[in-house]
């Protein structure tokens, strides 16, 4: 089992910042790839980023690439989504996940999950 808990989410103003992070417990960090995924009221959670097992490779939805940044930090068994350029249409709750498959950009394929943080993005 792994336990991933959110922190860091918040009001903002359009074009302000802010970094979430998910610390993780329970079995090796470095056993699981990780991603962020969000979810807007009446819509699907979708993809938003993930890094790989190593942290070396980095993916992004065409929505966020060049505003968000992802890293982990292993010594501190933790996730970092740096959040850029924020936009209304950024409102969402924002969940991290754990998957130990190489398939990163659906919900399915992730086996735990946090209970997300919202952000909620002004205009």
């Known amino acids: 089992q792994v336990q991933l808990v959110e922190s860091g989410g918040g009001l903002v103003q359009a074009g302000g910042s802010l970094r979430l992070s998910c610390a993780a417990s329970?079995?090796?960090?470095?056993?699981?790839?990780m991603g962020w995924f969000r979810q807007a009221p009446g819509k699907e959670r979708e993809f938003v980023s993930a890094?790989?097992?190593?942290?070396?490779?980095?993916y992004y939805a065409d929505s966020v690439k060049g505003r968000f940044t992802i890293s982990r930090e292993y010594a501190k068994n933790t996730m970092y989504l740096q959040m850029n350029s924020l936009k209304p249409e950024d409102t969402a709750v924002y969940y991290c996940a754990a998957t130990r498959t190489y398939n990163y950009y659906t919900v399915k394929d992730y086996d735990y999950w946090g209970q997300g943080t919202q952000v909620t993005v002004s205009s």
């Open positions: 329970g079995r090796t960090f470095s056993n699981y790839a």
């Open positions: 890094v790989s097992y190593s942290g070396s490779i980095t």
